[in-house]
């Protein structure tokens, strides 16, 4: 690890996930903390003082880009929180756009892509041969080319346009 570290610089400890909504992003982040061996939180409200257990060391900021660049108070709680991380805490954070305020703490970017209507009625396909539907095939198609992400998934961000 340390010829690692010498050739390459540290690692980085945060990584923001961004794309629009209902992409994945959180089920990703999410999907990440419960395979991982590392004691985990999920952050999801940044108008108070972040704190969790010492044991720690995975954090998710989900929904980092609901803060706004002019609401000073979480912008000051999570540069706060940023500023002061531990050495042994990883930060994963999601969002469609980090709040320029804060894009200091994330220097990596993953973006993830939007899933295109071929991919979408794949999905539903799939989950539709599963469970008993009485949608035409021509209604599944309908909504797989009107729909995206975050109608999908359950997430606020979508609907059928």
């Known amino acids: 690890s340390s010829g690692i570290n010498a ?6 400890r945060t990584l923001v996930v961004t794309g629009a909504s209902g992409t994945g992003k959180t089920l990703l ?6 395979v991982s061996p590392l004691t985990s939180a999920i952050v999801s409200d940044f108008s108070k003082n972040i704190s969790f257990e010492p044991a720690t060391r995975l ?5 980092i880009d609901s803060v706004k660049a002019d609401d000073t108070e979480r912008i000051g709680t999570l540069t706060t929180f940023l ?13 469609c756009d980090v709040p320029p305020p804060l894009r200091k703490f994330f220097p990596i970017d993953l973006p993830m892509p939007g899933l295109t209507s071929a991919s979408r009625l794949r999905i539903f ?11 035409s095939t021509e209604e599944v198609e309908m909504v797989a080319t009107r729909a995206h ?3 999908l998934w ?6 059928v346009p």
Do not use: M
Request: proline content about 10%; aromatic content about 8%.
């Open 83 to 95: 500023s002061n991380l531990p050495p042994s805490v990883f930060v994963l954070a999601t969002g």
């Open 125 to 135: 396909q799939h989950f539709l041969s599963l469970l008993p539907s009485r949608l």
């Open 29 to 34: 982040c999410r999907t990440i903390l419960q």
């Open 154 to 159: 359950g997430g606020s961000g979508g609907g």
């Open 149 to 151: 992400g975050g109608f």
């Open 7 to 12: 050739e390459y610089g540290e690692p980085p």
């Open 59 to 63: 954090v998710l900021l989900d929904g």
